[in-house]
């Protein structure tokens, strides 16, 4: 981002922040190729030169909708060891069930994060950034799955890092299959298929 977050006024600080949810918002409808600094200025009420005060280059405004992206994605995984320890099957399927609301309330989220995706294998700062908050989702996985195998709630024979990082991977693909092919049963099979999996029955 183009400067200092903690030196900005909560004004200057909301202002940034619409910039960067127009921004968001076009690249969902338009994706990256019809990205426009003009337009994401219009969209968010100012002129392209407070745009550019915020957001110096593109690639500053891009990385800041990587941020807010990968921040909506986080939602629902902080602060919740405890209960994957007490719990883990819960939080499994508290986890399913949030990507699953997440793909039903906010499908330009998934749309947003593809093309970041696509983008990421050409710019290594973005890369990075996904990779941050992927090895993230990983590891919250990891700990209630490991969780779960020594309380025998899942299979004792799992291989907990290849399975949390199957589980990320499988998630990312069937959400971004039911923005192609929505299907209203289609998750909650998939969530009873992973559960069935991960318990071995």
Do not use: C
Request: glycine share 6%.
């Amino acid at each position: 981002m183009a400067t200092d977050r903690g030196s900005r006024t909560a004004r200057g600080e909301a202002q940034a922040e619409r910039v960067v949810e127009a921004a968001f918002g076009l690249i969902a409808e338009r994706g990256f190729e019809g990205l426009r600094t003009r337009d994401v200025a219009l969209r968010a009420g100012i002129n392209v030169a407070t745009l550019h005060y915020y957001f110096p280059t593109k690639e500053d405004l891009i990385r800041g909708v990587v941020s807010a992206a990968t921040e909506r994605f986080r939602t629902g995984h902080g602060g919740r060891d405890a209960d994957a320890v007490r719990d883990p099957l819960a939080v499994l399927r508290e986890d399913l069930r949030i990507r699953q609301r997440q793909v039903e309330e906010s499908p330009e989220l998934f749309t947003v994060l593809l093309e970041l995706s696509t983008r990421a294998a050409r710019d290594p700062a973005i890369r990075a950034m996904m990779q941050e908050t992927t090895e993230q989702w990983r590891a919250h996985v990891a700990h209630y799955l490991q969780a779960g195998v020594e309380a025998g709630v899942f299979r004792p024979d799992l291989d907990v890092a290849a399975a949390a990082a199957h589980l990320v991977a499988l998630s990312l693909g069937w959400h971004l299959q039911m923005l192609i092919s929505p299907d209203a049963t289609a998750s909650e099979r998939f969530n009873a298929e992973v559960e069935r999996w991960l318990i071995g029955r």
